[in-house]
């Protein structure tokens, strides 16, 4: 297995809101490197130093860092759009800068490079009991019987290849009935309104704060075969833009968001807007810690736990309203 070093630079204030997140989306193991800590060391009152180790005095000029590394396959394409996600979402927050720059460096390779490497572990999966997820250059038997649903790595989060995404598909199969309307919010590549679609909804809506996001949505629809008149896509922050929350509209029949916890529960009073009484909501993107207070959130605004699903660390849960 090879790993690619990704950094987030931030500052002193920000370690503490950057781990935090990183540990929402199961990252554990990050090292960090901070000036303040070379400062901290000069300062030591009963220090008396004659010599100072080369990598600690690299400290005093450093940007404060945090470093995470990245498996090259499937799961780290994945691990990489969860951390975009969050550092997209923390940057929001700061508006007063306190968290530094917030942004990330692979260590010697581009991106889309990167994304390129694993493609060859992006192999046909079947999610649900009527599903199979493919890339375009996979060849399927033409006697399949699942409704086939074709998508490629991109820069936006979903390939059905994460535990988050599979676990969502596999609840919105249960949830969605013929001609619904449904919202996606977080919606990254499309997969689960396109899925939607596939398994049998009449309309999409879809919403990322990524701009690349709405577009590859829409990109990947058309290359499944939906119609632009039932699929639309568009970049925007439900939280705080009231006129994008009233572009949206009500009375959907299904909301979908597969985010993370801390945006979930952000969200947990702006659901109920969209969905229609008696609708339905599938959330994932859950770290098993954090469940309870997700879902706690989440029925405090009105809507009814009808079923949950995990795997490994991972849980996704329907509503109804």
Not at 2 to 9: A, D
Not at 121 to 134: A, N, R, T
Not at 177 to 202: K, N, P, T, V, Y
Not at 300 to 321: M, R, Y
Request: aromatic residues 8%; glycine residues 8%; negative net charge.
């Amino acid at each position: 297995m090879n790993w690619t070093e990704l950094k987030i630079y931030t500052s002193t204030e920000g370690i503490e809101a950057v781990t935090g997140r990183l540990m929402n989306i199961g990252i554990t193991g990050f090292v960090i490197q901070d000036k303040q800590d070379f400062e901290d060391f000069l300062n030591h009152k009963d220090g008396n130093w004659d010599y100072v180790d080369d990598d600690l005095m690299e400290l005093r000029e450093c940007e404060t860092n945090i470093t995470v590394y990245l498996t090259d396959d499937a799961d780290g394409a994945e691990q990489l759009n969860l951390i975009k996600g969050e550092l997209s979402a923390l940057k929001q927050l700061d508006d007063d800068k306190k968290f530094g720059r917030l942004v990330y460096e692979l260590s010697g390779i581009k991106e889309e490079d990167w994304a390129n490497n694993w493609k060859q572990y992006f192999k046909p999966i079947e999610i649900g009991d009527k599903l199979l997820v493919k890339p375009s250059w996979e060849k399927i038997p033409d006697n399949e019987t699942r409704k086939i649903l074709e998508i490629d790595p991109a820069t936006s989060f979903g390939t059905g290849q994460h535990n988050t995404t599979r676990l969502c598909l596999e609840l919105l199969e249960k949830n969605i009935s013929q001609g619904d309307r449904l919202l996606d919010l977080g919606c990254g590549s499309g997969i689960l309104s396109i899925g939607a679609m596939l398994l049998g909804a009449g309309y999409a809506f879809a919403v990322d704060i990524e701009e690349n996001a709405a577009r590859i949505a829409a990109e990947n629809a058309a290359q499944n075969g939906i119609l632009p008149d039932s699929y639309k896509a568009v970049c925007g922050n439900i939280i705080d833009d009231e006129k994008l929350r009233e572009e949206i509209g009500t009375g959907y029949d299904v909301v979908c968001a597969n985010i993370v916890a801390d945006v979930l529960i952000a969200m947990s009073g702006i659901f109920r807007l969209f969905v229609k009484t008696g609708g339905k909501l599938v959330v994932s993107g859950i770290i098993e810690k954090r469940r309870d207070e997700v879902v706690a959130k989440i029925t405090e605004n009105g809507f009814k736990l009808t079923e949950q699903h995990q795997k490994d660390d991972w849980i996704a849960c329907s509503f109804v309203l």
